[in-house]
DNA sequence: ACCTGAACACCGTTCAAGT
DNA sequence: ACCTGAACACCGTTCAAGT
């Protein structure tokens, strides 16, 4: 165990663990290249061999970010069962309970013009899991037929909304489940083929 | 004329106009108070005298965003003549053309966490002309009854959270339009008496 | 009342040099 | 291949001093 146990590669996994930390804890704008290296015990130039810039930290944060929701908002999928009503309720859940507990982190995830591949990409696997339920229930007949994407689109933009209206503080907290249920609700009567 | 016109209490309006070209252009994390001094031709002290420090100077932005903001979902609603549907219409079309049009204004107005009583009210003027509306939806019979507030939450989110996503470039500005149309009809039927 | 200008501590970025 | 340490230009913030 020596001080330094960042020549063996683990360097640019410990800078995002710490860079994470501190945005969740002071936000985006308190996140320092120089006084991560501090805090990891490198000297402020060694950042700069696995992130050229500031900008390439927070891509590879803002994609770490999409990686996690994406397997959160599965595992809200797989627990809630068969029905596709229950499934979209967990689904939406767990979205704004990511949003909310990582606020500043979603902030940056929705910040940058997604110029990167790989983070366009991890955006697309999260959000995979929203059409996947939509077309559930429209295969189940609980929504209309149509192009998934555009609905699920919908969906997302919503809850998405509402997320950002509570974490802006627009909103009291309280008032999110309410929120929640209300656009669930509202969406499902919205979607349901008329018949 | 001089060169220094701003010692008869214009300082405060030319810094915050000069800095929302410099975040419309720039975006927010460019926009620097010494910078600002400069532009305006003033030392990089003066500003301190009408925003304490660079927080001030961005809730001052904030709020101006909102104030337009009002201005001009209230504008886009009264040119909608009397029909409920065209209003809605209108006045959705109306914030995400300021959305897209001012993404990184609008992102720093949902940034902060709003602790000014005045951007406080700012936004709760913005958001009184969509509470107008839903309540003149209501009266006609076109939204069922409830509370105005929650309804209006729901529509308000939805189309904010599609400005987010076309203005951090996860779905092409060209789905814009057509997204929010899509978000309306969706609304309108979910909120439809059922009858 | 409003602004200036020096000072301080901090930053991102670059780059030659070390192992 | 990976990291160090000096250097540069830029910040935000503070504060005594000017008019």
């Known amino acids: 165990m020596s001080d330094r146990p960042y020549h063996h590669g683990n360097l640019r996994a410990a800078l995002l663990a710490q860079a994470e930390r501190t945005v969740r804890e002071r936000g985006v704008q308190d996140l320092s290249l120089r006084e991560l290296a501090r805090e ?3 000297s402020h130039g060694a950042p700069r061999r696995h992130f050229p810039d500031r900008q390439a930290l927070l891509d590879a944060l803002a994609e770490a970010g999409f990686e996690r929701l994406g397997t959160e908002l599965r595992s809200a999928f797989d627990r809630a069962g068969d029905d ?5 309720r967990s689904t939406a859940a767990a979205y704004v309970r990511f949003a909310t507990r990582d606020a500043a982190l979603l902030e940056l995830m929705f910040a940058g013009k997604h110029r990167e591949r790989s ?3 991890a955006a697309e696997r999260a959000f995979s899991v929203i059409l996947e339920l939509i077309e559930q229930g429209q295969a189940e ?3 209309e037929a149509g192009e998934a994407d555009r609905v699920g689109l919908v969906l997302f933009a919503t809850v998405q909304g509402i997320a950002a209206l509570v974490t802006s503080g627009m909103v009291s907290a309280e008032r999110l489940d309410e929120l929640v249920a ?3 609700t ?3 009567r919205g979607s349901r083929t008329a018949a």
Do not use: I, K, P, W
Not at 84 to 88: D, G, M, N, P
């Open 182 to 184: 209300d656009a669930t």
């Open 186 to 188: 509202h969406f499902l």
């Open 141 to 143: 007949g609980a929504l």
């Open 40 to 42: 990891v015990g490198v």
């Open 84 to 88: 596709f009503e229950a499934r979209l």
């Open 119 to 121: 983070l366009q990409e």
